[in-house]
């Protein structure tokens, strides 16, 4: 929902938006390389950070409410690598 109502793929390609979507369910995490751009097409890597950017959000609005949550751990389960 906040992606939506952040207006992150209003200015995204329909394969780009599926692309972002799919950091959401790809569930391998990275081994050793600790840099999730790397690889990462150009066209992406922008929605992505803003993505990131969401996802700190959230993880600081979880912590705020006392639901226990590592921030960096939520932020880096979402891997691009997909």
């Not at 996802?55 to 389960?77: H, R």
Request: one cysteine or more.
């Amino acid at each position: 929902v906040e992606l939506i109502f952040g207006g992150i793929f209003n200015d995204l390609s329909v394969e780009q938006c599926v692309a972002l979507l799919s950091v959401m369910t790809f569930d391998e995490r990275n081994k050793g390389d600790d840099d999730q751009l790397k690889g990462l097409k150009s066209y992406l890597t922008k929605p992505f950070l803003k993505f990131q950017d969401v996802a700190w959000s959230v993880a600081k609005a979880c912590i705020s409410c006392k639901i226990e949550l590592d921030e960096d751990e939520f932020v880096d389960k979402f891997n691009p690598g997909m």
